[in-house]
């Protein structure tokens, strides 16, 4: 294994900025993900990192080795892509075969390897299937034999679950995220899905116009997002605008005044749906008055709207207690009530 140095790489196409002065340390044996909307520049940060697009400017590297002018088969990358591409026309074991036939691995290596590599994704038994004959994810664990087979020293996966329904994209995530443990192996998984980002990563990158926003664990960029955009971009979040007034004190643009730590300069403040109570009292470090608007049924979750006094509305997230919990009813009086140390303070 090796770790990934990606140094202020640039990616122009014409005058259209891909990807502008992208830097991240990959550490050995660390998943990564990148995570952003369509269009951000997360696919061709990848394919640089593959060698499928070389970069405008910067460098990579790859353990000590500069990878960036150097062809695909030379950079010991493993990829899987959304959309499996498998050769139709040959079994699971020959797809498999290829990849290894590519990187000049010996024949008299290739059948060990091979048994390995579809021993570990489970699909010994379907090894002389053609790729029609398979479902969606069972094709995808032969694209990941196949990326796995010539033991690159960085996996890449692109979407790699994007195909496949919600259940089995769970499996398959879950499938990935053990194996990458077990074998240590340096990963790059770009996705536009935040719970699926936040699930397998241990470091994200969120990636908006081409611009990394903030790098860092899922817990930390859930509860310390750096600005509204990674704020609103890993799950939902209250968010008042206006602006700090003495040390620790928020005063929102419709008049309400939140205790929020470290908002010196702050432009907006943000708390997270499901720290936010809602009680019939105050209580707590902050506590605002209004009136429940509608109460969203989500199964596990109640989402509860309140319209707040002077304005602002505010959702509060309620963990589902069933019928013998009384629920708040569209216009009753309620204080949505919650911590300071909830809050994040935001300059932009
Ligand atoms: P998606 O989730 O839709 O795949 P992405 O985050 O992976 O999006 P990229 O595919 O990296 O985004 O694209 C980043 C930007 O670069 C987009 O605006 C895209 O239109 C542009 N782009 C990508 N490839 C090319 C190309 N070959 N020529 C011109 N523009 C390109």
Redesign the pocket.
């Known amino acids: 294994m090796a770790k990934v140095s990606i140094e202020n790489i640039r990616k122009q196409?014409?005058a259209?900025v891909?990807?502008s002065d992208f830097s991240l340390e990959i550490a050995e044996g660390e998943l990564v993900t990148f995570l952003?909307p369509?269009?951000?520049?997360?696919?061709?940060?990848l394919r640089m990192i593959a060698g499928f697009i070389t970069p405008t400017s910067g460098r990579i590297r790859i353990g000590e080795t500069d990878v960036t002018r150097l062809p695909v088969h030379k950079r010991d990358t493993g990829m899987v892509f959304q959309r499996y591409a498998l050769f139709p026309h040959m079994t699971v074991a020959e797809n498999v075969a290829f990849g290894l036939e590519m990187h000049k691995v010996p024949k008299a290596d290739r059948d060990a390897k091979i048994r390995r590599v579809l021993d570990m994704v489970r699909m010994t038994e379907l090894r002389e299937r053609y790729p029609r004959q398979l479902s969606g994810g069972q094709q995808q664990r032969v694209a990941i034999a196949r990326a796995l087979a010539i033991e690159p020293k960085v996996f890449l996966l692109d979407?790699p679950l994007s195909n496949l329904d919600a259940k089995l994209r769970l499996e398959v995530r879950e499938e990935i995220r053990a194996l990458q443990r077990r074998l240590g192996l340096t990963t790059v998984f770009?996705t536009?899905d935040q719970e699926e980002a936040l699930a397998i990563a241990d470091r994200m990158a969120i990636?908006h116009d081409?611009i990394v926003q903030q790098v860092g664990a899922p817990d930390t960029l859930y509860e310390r997002p750096a600005n509204l955009f990674v704020a609103d971009f890993l799950g939902k979040m209250n968010v008042f605008t206006g602006r700090s007034q003495a040390d620790n004190v928020f005063q929102t643009d419709a008049g309400q005044r939140i205790a929020a730590p470290g908002g010196a300069g702050a432009t907006h403040v943000g708390v997270r749906p499901e720290r936010v109570r809602l009680q019939g009292q105050p209580a707590g470090g902050n506590a605002l008055a209004g009136v429940v608007e509608s109460s969203l049924y989500l199964g596990s979750v109640l989402e509860v709207r309140v319209q707040l006094e002077g304005g602002n509305r505010m959702v509060s997230q309620i963990v589902n207690g069933g019928a013998r919990v009384a629920q708040p009813l569209p216009g009753e009086r309620v204080y949505a009530c919650f911590e300071p140390e909830d809050c994040v303070a935001f300059t932009q």
Request: charged share 10%.
């Open positions: 196409f014409g259209a891909a990807v952003g369509s269009g951000c520049g997360k696919t061709t940060t979407e770009v536009h990636m081409g």
